[in-house]
């Protein structure tokens, strides 16, 4: 025959393992303060409303150097509809929230995915004037059907545009390449660029950057491979983690 043991001293027992233990699974943790002090600008890329606006989109707006670009574009979707414009809304607010949790300031581009722009030159001034510790504009490519995987587009060097951010930009553009990869898994692109990096000029995104500043291709909607991750929420959330945690590991590894 079992004994039962009194309640009280079952009581006086559960309370002594928990203190010993420390606290029960659901209370509340220290937030993670790793990247308090830092500003970050994440970009969506393009906008819902981009398409319906042909006229404000279509404008030729400055984008330095004496070149002149239009202000945006419509951006891609994959085979089955899913826009260019509202991955990368969910994408960047995902990552905000995991920036956020760990301290950072961030700022958004864009408000929402029903509105037009802002303009490239507009997006990179946003970064400019919150003198941010990163700036990163997300995208997905619309390649060929064959082609897959990722990439990275840094600026190339330009005298009196890019000189002052090119060294900081790739450096922060191999912090993306790593971490992207490892948190989704994604191969680098097969059919541009170079180990998962491109470098370019002519993106008024880049051109206009006074701080370090990156495009992130993060794959190929018209491939059927990278649409199927792309359509997932899951895989989105890994997207968003790889882009997050690149840019922590830059800004809080920068030289002075």
């Not at 400055?62 to 945006?72: E, H, I, L, S, T």
Request: glycine share 12%; net charge positive.
């Amino acid at each position: 025959m079992t004994r039962r043991r009194p309640l009280t001293l079952l009581l006086m027992t559960t309370t002594a393992a928990v203190l010993a233990t420390g606290p029960v699974a659901g209370t509340a943790v220290a937030k993670d303060s790793s990247l308090a002090g830092k500003t970050v600008v994440l970009d969506p890329g393009h906008n819902g409303g981009n398409a319906s606006h042909p006229q404000q989109i279509n404008r030729q707006v400055d984008v330095g150097g004496g070149q002149r670009k239009a202000c945006n574009t419509t951006g891609t979707a994959t085979n089955s509809g899913y826009s260019e414009a509202a991955y990368t809304w969910d994408v960047a607010k995902r990552a905000r929230r995991v920036l956020r949790n760990r301290g950072a300031t961030v700022i958004l581009t864009r408000s929402s995915n029903t509105g037009v722009g802002p303009c490239v030159n507009e997006r990179a001034r946003i970064a400019n004037r919150a003198n941010a510790d990163a700036s990163v504009s997300i995208h997905a490519d619309g390649s060929g059907a064959g082609n897959r995987g990722f990439h990275v587009i840094e600026p190339a060097r330009i005298d009196g545009l890019t000189d002052d951010i090119f060294s900081a930009s790739h450096r922060l553009a191999v912090d993306l390449r790593g971490s992207f990869r490892f948190a989704t898994r994604q191969p680098y692109a097969n059919y541009i660029g170079r180990n998962g990096i491109d470098r370019r000029g002519d993106l008024g995104g880049l051109r206009v950057a006074d701080v370090p500043a990156v495009f992130i291709e993060t794959g190929n909607m018209r491939n059927a491979t990278d649409a199927r991750g792309m359509t997932s929420p899951d895989y989105r959330l890994k997207v968003a983690r790889g882009i997050a945690n690149g840019i922590a590991r830059f800004v809080t590894r920068r030289p002075a």
